[in-house]
Each structure stands twice: as C-alpha cells, then as structure tokens.
C-alpha cells in the first residue's frame, strides 16, 4: 500500500520558530510559553504569572495583538512584540450554507491551504477540523485521501482553528460581562484533513490548551479524535488526551475494509478491534463511535449490519452511520435512505445507539477536502490563463 509508514517528524513538521521571523506565542504549552519569555529576558520568578497573563489573553479574551493586553507595563509589550507573534491561520475563503454550515479555506504558513467546518447544531455548535495539510492513507471514499500529504500542521495551526471560528461566531466575553450565551461553539471533532494519530504530539498540544479551564476551556469529553485505525498510537488518545475515540470503520470484512480504509491492510479488523476491546477508559459513558459510511451495493447490506453487531459485541460503542457525500469522480454512491434506515434499525435492535448523520452544507461542498481541491484547481487555471496571455 502506498505511503503506508509512520511519518517522520523532521521531515513533515516545521520548527516552532518559523524560518520567517518571531516565534509564535500561540500553540505553545503552559511551560513551552514560560520557557521562550525566560528566553526573551522574562525573569524566571516573574515568568510563571507572565505566562498565566499572555494566556489569559489568548485563549480566554482571544488577543491578537500584544498592545491589547492592558495588565502588562509598556515596555514589556514592547518586548513581547520584538521577539513574538500572535499568528492563526488566514481565512482564504468562508462559505455559509443555507443550513448554517459554515465551511472556511484558511492559509497557513508555506502557503498551504486547510479546511474547517463548523456545524450548528439546536443546542450546540460543532467545528471539525484538520491535523495534516493532505493525507497519505488514501481511503477510497474521501476527497482528501486524493490529496497527496504535504505536512503536518503545527500545534499552532491547530488550536488556531479554533480560534479563528470563535472570531468569526463572535464568541470571545465582552469586557465587563462574565458569560456569552449560547455556546456556539460548544464540541470538537478532529475529523477534518489527515489523521490526527500521525500528527500525535502536536494535536495533544493543541487539545490541551484547547481544555485549559483559564482559557478555550473545552471539556475533554466534548472533543472527539477520529483515527482510521492507526493501532499502535490509539491508547494514547486516552493515557496522554483523555478525549473522546472514534474509528472509520466502514467495512465488515478485510476484502472491503482493505479497499475503502487501506490502512486495514497494516492493521486488519481483528487487530484493531481487539486495540479497541482494551482501550483504556471504556465505559458507557465514554462509548467509542464507529463511524460508518453508507455506500451503496458495497458495505450496506442486512449482512453487514449483522456482521457489524457482532465484531463489536462487548464494547461500549455508538454506530454513526453517514450518508456518502458524494463528490466529482467519486468511485461510489450514496445508499438509499430505505437502506441506511434498514441497516440502522438492525444495529438499533442490537442495543446500539444508531443515528443516521443529516447530511449538511451540501451545497457547499462540504466533502472533506472538496473545497481546498477547488481552490487549487482555480489556482492552477489562473497561472495557465497568465502565462498564455501575450506579453503586451
Ligand atoms: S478518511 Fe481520513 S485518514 Fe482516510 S484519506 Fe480521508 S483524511 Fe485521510
């Protein structure tokens, strides 16, 4: 299988300090920030309250600049904005559904181009987003598996999602008033572009600043990591998180599974539910969810349910199932609603909680990785159209 091999750190992650200037404060762990402030000349006994300041102004009041942040004398901001940034990703792009669905294009250092979906939901407000500009697992239903891996994303860049959707939802306190009520942002699901499992270290960064109660604040059972089955890195999710867990799972046989989630050829079923049967933190209260797309005449029969039901016997679990969205030159479609309704009630039957996702922001791509191969493709036409224009 192609590109099948753990990642190598040196080669897909960029430095903290960017080749370009100033180290960015965002993105930093609590120590990793008193560390560069004792570095830039913060004395060590000053540092630990420094660092509790900057922070608060960050992920709590969503500073983007060092002259906001009033508590601190001038010439120490000053000092701060010599040697720092407070740098998110760029929104390129932001489409809005009719549904609500709010899907963005954002710019990250390299020039690299990411996407982050949030979706409203009555009484709470997801964002999924992404841990790998590109993937290299090449699962034959996502958009994004058509994307060749370019890095991964910094813990920075990361957590930056987060705060650029809070900006954009309005959702930073108002001075002065302690709350801001509805939480529109209230969950996190790290189901965007790439597999967060291979971009261990930075995504645990980001989701721990993300949890911090000083600042984003986000309960750990309100993020949800999805791995494609990366078995060696899965109990981590809970010893060194401590988030929710869930699996593209997808098939119920290895001949399927080995097509549509080619990492299964590593790690068959067998071994990865039997990662899952020990998976530390399993309990009824913290089910793990199998994700399961509906695709039709593949992996949507009465058998599979059945199939299904009973590979997972004994373990905690809720089964997600997701209509196929399907994109441009998509191998696969979308299974009847009788079927997925029929497929549904045979798990439910089985004691499983079984929703069938509503599909959202269709009509703005909302396939994983549609809308970053969009831009691409625009990207591509202009510099073709440029470089045919005569030379006035
Ligand atoms: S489903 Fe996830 S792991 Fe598979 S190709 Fe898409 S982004 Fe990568």
Redesign the pocket.
């Known amino acids: 299988m192609q590109n099948m091999a753990p990642l190598s750190q040196d080669v897909l992650t960029i430095p903290r300090k960017s080749l370009n200037g100033p180290t960015n404060l965002i993105g930093l762990t609590r120590t990793g920030l008193r560390k560069v402030l004792i570095e830039a000349g913060t004395p060590e006994k000053q540092s630990r309250m420094r660092a509790n300041q900057i922070w608060q102004w960050i992920y709590a009041k969503g500073a983007r600049n060092f002259d906001v942040m009033t508590n601190l004398a001038k010439p120490y901001r000053a000092n701060l904005k010599n040697n720092f940034v407070l740098d998110v990703p760029h929104v390129v792009t932001k489409q809005v559904s009719e549904d609500g669905t709010r899907k963005y294009l954002v710019r990250i250092e390299g020039g690299h181009e990411v996407e982050v979906v949030y979706i409203p939901e009555e009484d709470r407000g997801t964002l999924c987003i992404s841990s790998?500009v590109g993937?290299?697992?090449?699962?034959s239903?996502?958009?994004?598996?058509t994307q060749r891996l370019v890095r991964n994303l910094t813990s920075a860049e990361i957590v930056g999602q987060i705060l650029l959707a809070r900006d954009d939802l309005d959702q930073w306190p108002i001075p002065g008033i302690n709350t801001r009520e509805p939480r529109l942002l209230s969950n996190i699901v790290l189901?965007?572009?790439?597999?967060p499992l291979y971009n261990f270290d930075n995504v645990r960064d980001a989701m721990k600043i993300a949890m911090d109660p000083e600042g984003i604040c986000m309960s750990r059972r309100r993020i949800t990591l999805?791995?494609?089955g990366v078995v060696p890195e899965i109990a981590k999710t809970a010893e060194e998180i401590g988030c929710l867990l869930a699996v593209?799972f997808h098939a119920t046989t290895d001949e399927v599974r080995d097509k549509l989630?080619p990492?299964n050829k590593k790690w068959n079923i067998a071994t990865l539910i039997e990662t899952l049967r020990t998976y530390p933190k399993l309990s009824n209260s913290e089910r793990i969810t199998f994700e399961y797309v509906m695709l039709k005449d593949v992996n949507d029969s009465d058998a599979d349910a059945r199939r299904l039901i009973k590979l997972i016997q004994g373990i905690p679990a809720k089964i997600n199932l997701i209509p196929f969205n399907e994109w441009p030159g998509a191998p696969y479609q979308r299974s009847d609603w009788q079927r997925i309704r029929a497929f549904s009630d045979i798990v439910f039957a089985a004691g499983y909680a079984s929703p069938i996702r509503t599909p959202r922001g269709e009509d703005i791509m909302a396939a994983?990785?549609q809308l970053k191969s969009a831009s691409e493709k625009a990207k591509k036409n202009s510099i073709r159209a440029k470089s045919v224009t005569p030379a006035q």
């Open positions: 790998q993937c290299t697992l090449t699962c239903f996502c958009h994004t598996g189901m965007g572009m790439g597999e999805s791995t494609s593209s989630v990492i994983c990785g």
